[in-house]
T-cell receptor, first 114, second 112 residues
Framework: KQEVTQIPAALSVPEGENLVLNCSFTDSAIYNLQWFRQDPGKGLTSLLLIQSSQREQTSGRLNASLDKSSGRSTLYIAASQPGDSATYLCAVTSGGSGYSTLTFGKGTMLLVSP | AAGVIQSPRHLIKEKRETATLKCYPIPRHDTVYWYQQGPGQDPQFLISFYEKMQSDKGSIPDRFSAQQFSDYHSELNMSSLELGDSALYFC???????????FGPGTRLTVL
């Protein structure tokens, strides 16, 4: 059974810092990995999708890397802003009958203070 | 761009009642997924449909059932509601399986 772990569980940084969120998964047979953002009580916003054949994806100040063989991904946020404060969830698509489902980590709660 | 639509956004029910949640996927998306997120928990996969057929099944209770209709919208039917069913229910859609999933805003179900 796929298990996804995110470290740290919570992170508090001052505005302007660069930061790294970590995600690891136990079964390397994944189709892809997605990073999501979730504001309290709100829906999930997809930030980046990395296919299993890719090593990284970039979108604005966000960069996500994937090392499938070691079961790890990192989300790098450059020049953090208070508006980045949210919970960041890592999820992998794996297994099933070919119509794959997401297994989520428990998230990293990020607080960026002005 | 069109997003995933879920209705209702909020629902309050009593124990043992029945609830129906609806999901309208992004146009041309043929796969729908349902997830349940309890308070302070990560989303848990319930069930998915591809081209109107059930494709995968997760931790969905036997009291729950779901289907995908000819227009690709999906409904999650929940019977004999329990207090523990109180959660955010998300629907996601994708074009084919193993592709990027786009999530709806969720339905917040409260069981009293």
């Amino acid at each position: 059974k796929q298990e996804v772990t995110q470290i740290p569980a919570a992170l508090s940084v001052p505005e302007g810092e660069n930061l790294v969120l970590n995600c690891s998964f136990t079964d390397s047979a994944i189709y892809n990995l997605q990073w999501f953002r979730q504001d309290p009580g709100k829906g999930l916003t997809s930030l980046l999708l990395i296919q299993s054949s890719q090593r990284e994806q970039t979108s604005g100040r966000l960069n996500a890397s994937l090392d499938k063989s070691s079961g790890r991904s990192t989300l790098y946020i450059a020049a953090s802003q208070p508006g980045d404060s949210a919970t960041y969830l890592c999820a992998v698509t794996s297994g099933g009958s070919g119509y794959s489902t997401l297994t989520f980590g428990k998230g990293t709660m990020l607080l960026v203070s002005p | 761009a069109a997003g995933v639509i879920q209705s209702p956004r909020h629902l309050i029910k009593e124990k043992r009642e029945t609830a129906t949640l609806k999901c309208y996927p992004i146009p041309r998306h043929d796969t729908v997924y349902w997830y349940q997120q309890g308070p302070g928990q990560d989303p848990q996969f319930l069930i998915s449909f591809y081209e109107k057929m059930q494709s995968d099944k997760g931790s969905i209770p036997d009291r729950f059932s779901a289907q995908q209709f000819s227009d690709y919208h999906s409904e999650l039917n929940m019977s004999s509601l329990e207090l523990g069913d109180s959660a955010l229910y998300f629907c996601a859609s994708s074009r084919g399986g193993a592709n990027e999933q786009f999530f709806g805003p969720g339905t917040r179900l409260t069981v009293l």
